[in-house]
């Protein structure tokens, strides 16, 4: 690992000024110092955000909105009772993340914003990569490609985003607020991922020098009828071969709302509209179930090895809303 200055911050100016300087934001550590001892990460500067206090509360008991610090912990968040009851998706995609000791040090602002698992990335210098080095090349375009984007990829880059949690936000409109040097602003965490394009060095809409504040998700009857479920190679402390975020509000038999949202399987957490509108309004059935696994999926684009997860990613969402249908 390369020499480097830690700056400790007091308060938000503090870290604030840091990150202006070029510093690198130290949250958990767990993604940033993995990928230092990688050197994929080389930040001259790194400024600890772990001692700001207004970052690190969360308060899920609203009546409009739940509120995450960007530094509450995975382990905090996952086994609150009321997420645990009331939004089960959400709880779902963060004890299902990781191992025990990572969530106990890993913020929910660190988990949002870590970085793909793509072996090319992580792999270093021997491997072609446009994401470390732009326009350099993709090893994984003639490489192993069984863990690769289905959606969402270009000929730039296939990288899977990674993290479960964003999954769970986005099939319920979360929000996160963030400060920078222009000032507040929010930014629906649907649009916080970028897709590759012709720059997926650039992965997301923050500006450099923004810091994520806190993450709200606004408060719905979705919530009691939702999952996370994560389908991976083995059951625990693996990422996820398909993932699906699901939500249902049910009157009678009949569907009133719908949320889908994939993880996994794309370059970006992956709302599918499409699938939902198919559902809502319809009686929810196994064929009605299995026409919106097969909605979510349309347009998944198989590589050499990757293809299973295609009916795979279909499966996990039939599996989810028959999930979802039970607690609605
Ligand atoms: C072995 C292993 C297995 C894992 N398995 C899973 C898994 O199954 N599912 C899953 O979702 N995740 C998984 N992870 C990822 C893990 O959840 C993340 O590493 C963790 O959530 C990152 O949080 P952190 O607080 O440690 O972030 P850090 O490592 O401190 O920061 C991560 C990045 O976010 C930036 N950052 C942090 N906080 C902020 C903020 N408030 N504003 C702006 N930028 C910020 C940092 O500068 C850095 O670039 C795994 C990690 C490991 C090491």
């Not at 025990?100 to 990569?129: K, V």
Request: aromatic share 6%; with cysteine.
């Amino acid at each position: 690992m390369q020499q480097f200055d830690y700056i400790r911050a007091v308060d938000l100016g503090d870290a604030l000024q840091a990150l202006g300087g070029g510093a690198k934001l130290l949250a958990g550590g767990t993604t940033l110092y993995d990928l230092m001892k990688l050197r994929i990460e080389r930040p001259e500067q790194i400024v600890d955000i772990n001692h700001l206090s207004e970052l690190s509360y969360f308060d899920t008991s609203g009546d409009r909105e739940l509120v995450f610090g960007a530094l509450a912990r995975m382990s905090d968040v996952a086994a609150d009772p009321r997420l645990v009851r009331d939004y089960p998706a959400i709880s779902e995609s963060l004890w299902r993340a990781a191992s025990q000791q990572l969530r106990n040090m890993a913020s929910l602002g660190g988990n949002l914003l870590q970085r793909t698992r793509c072996p090319y990335f992580r792999g270093g210098e021997p491997y072609a990569c446009n994401k470390r080095h732009p326009d350099s090349g993709c090893a994984a375009i003639e490489g192993l490609d069984r863990g690769q984007a289905l959606l969402g990829a270009s000929g730039a880059c296939s990288a899977v985003y990674p993290g479960d949690l964003a999954a769970a936000l986005v099939a319920f409109d979360a929000e996160v607020d963030v400060v920078g040097s222009q000032g507040a602003r929010s930014i629906p965490v649907e649009e916080l991922h970028r897709e590759p394009g012709d720059t997926p060095h650039i992965e997301t809409t923050l500006a450099p020098d923004e810091i994520i504040v806190r993450i709200r998700v606004p408060a719905t009857p979705l919530g009691r009828g939702s999952t996370y479920l994560k389908v991976r190679d083995r059951e625990s402390y693996a990422f996820a071969l398909a993932s699906a975020a699901v939500a249902l509000v049910m009157d009678g038999e009949v569907v009133r709302d719908a949320r889908i949202a994939l993880g996994g399987l794309a370059t970006r957490p992956w709302r599918v509209r499409a699938a939902e509108r198919l559902l809502i309004g319809r009686r929810f059935d196994e064929d009605a179930a299995r026409a919106a696994g097969e909605a979510a999926l349309e347009g998944a684009t198989p590589g050499r090895f990757n293809g299973f997860r295609i009916e795979l990613g279909v499966r996990t969402v039939v599996d989810a809303l028959t999930i979802a249908r039970q607690r609605a």
